[in-house]
């Protein structure tokens, strides 16, 4: 308990104060200038003077003696510590996170009289980092250190978060940081800080950890102009730093399109000139494939470079289609084969590039060429030149040999492993009929042709497709079957097809026929073929979904549904997908990633695989030993999230398999650092610009960490007031007092 003197409570504070006033102008003309005029008596007027003000002093603040029970309580101080990860970029021989936490422990032994609240800002709202020592409940809490993990240092959503919370409210924050912030941004005007301080009314110190700017040269910063497009040119301008004493004048960029099927692919090359630390280089970049794409920009850093992690970017573009392009070639104009160009002239998303082959280059016409109202069937052009401007190709009822196609079967496997599509459609001249057996053809297509001599090469009798167990899963056909459910229409005669390949899965097979292995024979099968995909329709009667008793009842919409479904899904339409796969976050050089699994409850169930694949490998061991395989976690759900290892920085293609059949691919990048390592200058023109808003101080890391925090509150658990006397007795103490001294001036001579 502790006792301790003070004045009655309900005298307010400004009485106090002028009463005090008072007092000491009477005590200052009492004793310079009354003395001079007395005759006689100094010291009793001055001994009597003091106690009539002392009395009448009393008197007005009437002084009590209190006796409580206190306790002295810190003031509440907020400390932001920057989380992003551009904490995590060296500083002599360190990282910034540690001179961070350095600060941080200092700040902790200097604040001992605040209640001091470690949180980290990165993304939105901070995240509150106190641990409790071990130890009994109710044990002190220490502040734990900042790490360098978010992909953004947003400090003023973290400022707002904090001034607004429904918790008691910090009566100081403190922010630790190498300024190098998203927001408030670089270009930021005052107001902006003086618009910040305002909202917060509350002080806000600041302390760089980083001063000297690193000797570094980065791409800092990509933009392009609108959306990729496949085959349209894509512009991108390139942002170059090069700072911290390094020397740079021209400094060339690259851009290139990492693959699966083989080296990068150079797309663009520049020239930049290095001015007051910065240049600019715009690039033009074609795209021949859709869907997600990895571009490698970068730079040839000069000697001398710190940080050599932040010389190349590496970003995942989704690259959309204007429309599909489509070669369809056809041996001769059956039913089958007008149906097919009919329905893809009618789809306004597809251009279709078709040719009818009426000739061979052997045919005798017996007529002039200029008087032929033919063209020549221009294979060389189409199968050399063109070719990558397709994004499918469809085979159907064509004999390759007699036209000249043989030779470009090489070409045409190429651009299927390299992203490209291919359909091959039965009839007399498909398949083994057509002479694709032992050629670099057939090893793309999901099922194996015979090729010895004398195979059979079709089936003539009339044929039913069945429905396989897959086939009735599978995505792509679950237009066709909305519309006729199980049903098929009988088709005249089938192709003879082989077993599937590995990887490949069959939709539809022969109801009585097999293959060697003794497995039902595929009629309709597709399949993965590197970075592409490949379908296999051994039959030409598919027309019979338009025009038959079937088609009559389902006003002939079972055709379109069935190609509808077949071109998505060589295309990647996520609707044909058999599961979907997409990247919970921006995946970062040496965290784990976290990739979101959709697909099928009983598929996911089961134990579907992911893998992964490193893509800007230099050689064929590097990518196997990159190759990481991850089973999900098995659950009812259509949706589950894997966790994969950390993965070092580059290009990578993860592939998700549901049973045997293809699988779903997705292609992401992995960074060092991101955006937060494009940029490695330390910027503390920003925390002081935020410090003076706020009314705060900054400093350096290297500074006194003194700072000017608010002073500790303290609290009466149990008051007790007494007055040292009642009011009557301090008024006729001064009442005496005031006459004694009255004599006593009386006898001196004073009025």
């Given at each position: 308990?502790n006792?301790?003197?003070?004045?009655n409570?309900?005298?307010?504070?400004?009485?106090t104060?002028?009463?005090?006033i008072?007092?000491?102008?009477?005590?200052?003309?009492?004793?310079?200038?009354?003395?001079?005029?007395?005759?006689?008596?100094g010291?009793?007027?001055?001994?009597?003077g003091?106690?009539?003000?002392?009395?009448?002093l009393?008197?007005v603040?009437r002084?009590?003696r209190?006796?409580?029970r206190?306790?002295?309580?810190g003031?509440?101080?907020?400390?932001?510590?920057?989380?992003?990860r551009?904490?995590?970029?060296?500083?002599?021989g360190?990282t910034?996170?540690?001179?961070?936490n350095?600060?941080?422990?200092?700040?902790?032994?200097?604040?001992?009289d605040?209640?001091l609240?470690?949180?980290?800002?990165?993304?939105?709202?901070p995240?509150?980092?106190?641990?409790r020592k071990?130890?009994?409940p109710?044990?002190s809490?220490?502040?734990?250190t900042v790490?360098?993990r978010?992909p953004r240092?947003?400090?003023?959503?973290?400022?707002r978060?904090?001034g607004g919370?429904?918790?008691e409210?910090?009566q100081?924050?403190?922010?630790?940081?190498d300024?190098?912030?998203?927001?408030?941004?670089?270009?930021?005007?005052?107001?902006?800080?003086e618009?910040?301080?305002?909202?917060?009314?509350?002080?806000?110190?600041?302390?760089?950890t980083?001063v000297?700017?690193?000797?570094?040269?980065?791409?800092?910063?990509?933009?392009?102009?609108?959306?990729?497009v496949?085959h349209?040119?894509?512009?991108?301008?390139?942002?170059?730093?090069?700072?911290?004493g390094?020397?740079?004048?021209?400094?060339?960029?690259t851009?290139?399109?990492?693959r699966?099927?083989?080296?990068?692919?150079?797309l663009?090359?520049?020239l930049?000139h290095?001015?007051?630390?910065?240049?600019?280089?715009?690039?033009q970049?074609?795209?021949?494939?859709?869907?997600?794409r990895?571009?490698?920009?970068?730079?040839?850093?000069?000697?001398?470079?710190?940080?050599?992690e932040?010389?190349?970017?590496?970003?995942?573009?989704?690259?959309?289609?204007?429309r599909?392009?489509v070669?369809?070639?056809?041996?001769?104009?059956?039913?089958?084969?007008?149906?097919?160009?009919q329905?893809?002239?009618?789809?306004a998303?597809?251009?279709?590039?078709a040719?009818f082959?009426?000739?061979?280059?052997?045919?005798?016409p017996?007529?002039?060429?200029?008087?032929?109202?033919l063209?020549?069937f221009?294979v060389d052009e189409?199968?050399?030149?063109?070719?990558?401007?397709?994004?499918?190709?469809v085979?159907q009822?064509?004999?390759?040999?007699?036209?000249?196609?043989e030779?470009h079967?090489?070409?045409?496997?190429?651009?299927?492993?390299?992203?490209?599509?291919?359909?091959?459609v039965?009839?007399q001249?498909?398949?083994?009929?057509?002479?694709?057996a032992?050629?670099?053809?057939?090893?793309?297509l999901?099922?194996?042709?015979?090729?010895?001599p004398g195979?059979?090469?079709?089936d003539?009798?009339?044929?039913?497709?069945?429905?396989?167990?897959?086939?009735?899963?599978?995505?792509?056909?679950?237009p066709?079957?909305?519309v006729?459910?199980?049903?098929?229409p009988t088709?005249?005669g089938a192709?003879?097809?082989?077993?599937?390949?590995?990887?490949?899965l069959?939709?539809?097979a022969?109801?009585s026929?097999?293959?060697?292995?003794?497995?039902?024979?595929?009629?309709?099968?597709i399949?993965?073929q590197?970075?592409?995909?490949?379908?296999?329709?051994g039959i030409d009667?598919?027309?019979?979904?338009?025009?038959?008793?079937?088609?009559?009842?389902?006003s002939?919409?079972?055709?379109?549904?069935?190609?509808?479904?077949?071109?998505?899904?060589?295309?990647?339409?996520?609707r044909?997908?058999?599961g979907?796969?997409?990247?919970?976050?921006?995946c970062?050089?040496?965290?784990?990633a976290?990739?979101?699994?959709?697909?099928?409850a009983?598929?996911?169930?089961?134990?579907?695989?992911?893998?992964?694949k490193?893509?800007?490998?230099?050689?064929?061991?590097?990518g196997?030993?990159?190759?990481?395989?991850?089973?999900?976690?098995?659950?009812?759900a259509?949706?589950?999230e894997?966790?994969?290892?950390?993965l070092?920085?580059?290009?990578?293609?993860?592939?998700?398999?549901l049973?045997?059949?293809?699988?779903?691919?997705?292609?992401?990048a992995?960074?060092?650092?991101?955006?937060?390592?494009?940029?490695?200058?330390?910027?503390?023109?920003?925390?002081?610009?935020?410090?003076?808003?706020?009314?705060?101080?900054?400093?350096?890391?290297?500074?006194?960490?003194?700072?000017?925090?608010?002073?500790?509150?303290?609290?009466?658990?149990?008051?007790?007031?007494?007055?040292?006397?009642?009011?009557?007795a301090?008024?006729?103490f001064?009442?005496v007092?005031?006459?004694?001294?009255w004599?006593?001036?009386?006898?001196?001579?004073?009025?």
């Amino acid at each position: 308990m502790n006792t301790r003197l003070a004045v009655n409570g309900d005298l307010p504070g400004w009485a106090t104060v002028l009463a005090l006033i008072l007092v000491a102008t009477s005590l200052a003309m009492l004793l310079g200038w009354e003395l001079r005029r007395r005759e006689r008596g100094g010291p009793a007027i001055v001994l009597t003077g003091v106690l009539a003000l002392a009395a009448l002093l009393a008197s007005v603040l009437r002084p009590v003696r209190v006796a409580a029970r206190e306790s002295v309580i810190g003031a509440k101080v907020v400390l932001l510590g920057d989380a992003s990860r551009s904490m995590a970029l060296p500083q002599d021989g360190k990282t910034r996170a540690d001179v961070e936490n350095t600060v941080i422990a200092e700040l902790a032994k200097t604040s001992k009289d605040a209640r001091l609240h470690v949180l980290g800002f990165g993304t939105g709202a901070p995240t509150d980092l106190r641990t409790r020592k071990e130890g009994a409940p109710g044990a002190s809490e220490a502040p734990a250190t900042v790490g360098a993990r978010a992909p953004r240092s947003d400090l003023a959503s973290a400022l707002r978060a904090v001034g607004g919370s429904a918790e008691e409210r910090p009566q100081a924050i403190i922010v630790v940081s190498d300024g190098r912030l998203d927001d408030p941004a670089e270009d930021a005007p005052p107001a902006a800080y003086e618009a910040l301080a305002r909202d917060l009314k509350i002080p806000v110190h600041t302390i760089a950890t980083t001063v000297d700017e690193p000797a570094d040269a980065s791409v800092r910063r990509v933009a392009a102009a609108g959306a990729a497009v496949a085959h349209v040119p894509l512009p991108i301008r390139v942002e170059v730093g090069c700072g911290g004493g390094l020397s740079c004048d021209d400094v060339a960029v690259t851009a290139r399109e990492l693959r699966e099927d083989g080296p990068p692919a150079m797309l663009a090359t520049g020239l930049t000139h290095i001015k007051d630390g910065k240049g600019t280089v715009d690039l033009q970049v074609t795209f021949d494939r859709a869907g997600a794409r990895i571009l490698e920009l970068a730079i040839a850093a000069p000697s001398g470079d710190k940080i050599p992690e932040n010389d190349r970017r590496l970003l995942t573009f989704n690259v959309a289609r204007e429309r599909v392009r489509v070669l369809h070639v056809a041996g001769r104009p059956t039913s089958d084969v007008r149906a097919l160009r009919q329905w893809l002239k009618s789809d306004a998303s597809v251009d279709v590039v078709a040719f009818f082959i009426l000739r061979t280059q052997a045919d005798n016409p017996n007529a002039r060429q200029e008087d032929l109202s033919l063209i020549p069937f221009p294979v060389d052009e189409l199968f050399t030149d063109h070719l990558p401007s397709f994004d499918a190709v469809v085979l159907q009822d064509f004999d390759a040999q007699p036209y000249g196609l043989e030779k470009h079967l090489p070409q045409l496997a190429r651009y299927v492993r390299a992203g490209g599509g291919l359909i091959m459609v039965g009839g007399q001249n498909s398949f083994v009929a057509g002479g694709y057996a032992n050629t670099p053809l057939a090893e793309v297509l999901p099922v194996s042709l015979d090729g010895t001599p004398g195979a059979t090469a079709a089936d003539v009798a009339n044929v039913t497709p069945a429905w396989t167990e897959e086939g009735r899963a599978a995505p792509l056909l679950a237009p066709l079957r909305e519309v006729a459910a199980d049903e098929l229409p009988t088709m005249p005669g089938a192709n003879v097809l082989g077993d599937v390949r590995q990887g490949g899965l069959v939709l539809w097979a022969h109801p009585s026929r097999t293959t060697r292995s003794g497995a039902p024979m595929p009629i309709l099968a597709i399949g993965d073929q590197g970075d592409g995909r490949s379908i296999a329709l051994g039959i030409d009667g598919a027309w019979q979904l338009e025009f038959s008793q079937l088609a009559a009842r389902t006003s002939g919409r079972g055709y379109g549904a069935m190609w509808d479904g077949l071109l998505g899904w060589l295309m990647r339409d996520p609707r044909f997908e058999p599961g979907q796969l997409d990247l919970v976050e921006p995946c970062v050089a040496g965290e784990p990633a976290r990739l979101r699994v959709r697909g099928p409850a009983e598929s996911t169930a089961k134990g579907a695989t992911i893998e992964v694949k490193r893509l800007d490998r230099t050689n064929r061991s590097e990518g196997d030993a990159a190759r990481v395989v991850v089973p999900p976690r098995a659950t009812s759900a259509a949706t589950s999230e894997v966790v994969l290892p950390a993965l070092p920085a580059g290009g990578y293609t993860a592939r998700l398999k549901l049973g045997t059949g293809p699988t779903t691919r997705r292609d992401f990048a992995c960074e060092a650092g991101g955006d937060e390592w494009a940029d490695s200058r330390p910027d503390e023109t920003r925390l002081k610009a935020l410090a003076k808003a706020s009314g705060g101080t900054f400093r350096r890391a290297s500074d006194s960490l003194a700072l000017p925090l608010p002073k500790p509150a303290v609290v009466s658990a149990e008051r007790h007031v007494v007055p040292l006397a009642p009011a009557w007795a301090w008024t006729l103490f001064a009442a005496v007092a005031l006459g004694v001294h009255w004599f006593a001036r009386r006898r001196s001579g004073l009025t």
